[in-house]
């Protein structure tokens, strides 16, 4: 009988899949994929077969929506952007990054603060209005303020935390799954290191779905992008009027669309000015793509 799942976790050759009956059933890969040249991996929707012996074989891997390649996962439906209110100062590049990333990988971007227990107001603010255009959230892993909505958000999906070391990623997985135990904080990292523990991909099932943790800068590279594919990662840019000029970068073109917006708060300052940072460091990469 051939059952529909979810990979969680490879460990060897040996698959965890998460069936649709909520089961989790270790299965062994056919022979035949690597052949294929064709890599199970953690998030893929597979089908398996149970087998007398107590074990399943893992019989076909479907089509596969995105794939990152670090971390290695599969189908991701959202990213969810933790930065911190407190410490460490939030790197804004960094989000503006992990956004683009995300949209170019048909992910959904979720920027969330986390440690608003002990929030600075400056941070809080430039939060709120520099991400209005995406759906936020506010929350403390410390306190569980704001977890239930964190809890509904995640819901059905396959989602991946990300963000700057220190923001609290793996203390709101420990909050929301009570028994993941996933190490915390400044010197458990020190002592990860030391014993070069090496981190692998692994779904945890939550909410009818699952969620993975991603440790310290994970950053999800991006091939080059033409200007128009990076105004696309802008949802503040939509109600701009077309700019004049085809290809336009909104640096200080005559009759630019996409200036306006600032006047009208529809695009925050400081956004621009990241954009700018951004979209000039695209065009440095293109003139150099065939060098
Ligand atoms: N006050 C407060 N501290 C928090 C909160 N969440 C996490 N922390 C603390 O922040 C520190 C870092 O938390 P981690 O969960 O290890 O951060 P991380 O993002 O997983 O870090 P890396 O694994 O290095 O990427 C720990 O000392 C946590 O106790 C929070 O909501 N409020
Ligand atoms: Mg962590
Ligand atoms: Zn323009």
Redesign the pocket.
Known sequence: MMESGLLLKGIGSFYEVLTESGEIVTSKARGAFRREGLVPTVGDRVRIERKEQGYAQLCEILPRRNLLVRPPVANVDQLLI?V????PEPDWLLVDRLIISAKRMQIDPVPVL?????ADETIVKTFLSDYAAFPILS?????G?GLDALRARLAGKVSC?A?????????????LIPDLH?????L??KTDRGRHTTRHAELWQYENGAVM??????MFETEILEQEELDACYPEFKNAFPCRFPGCMHLSEPDCGVKPLLASGELKQGRYERYREIALDYQTRRKHRYD
């Open positions: 933790v911190s209110a407190s410490a986390n440690k608003i227990d002990t929350v403390s892993a410390e306190t303020e935390f963000g700057q070391s220190a923001v609290g990623k793996s203390s709101i997985l420990n909050a996933l190490e915390t904080g400044v458990s990292r943790d991603t440790p310290g800068f994970s």
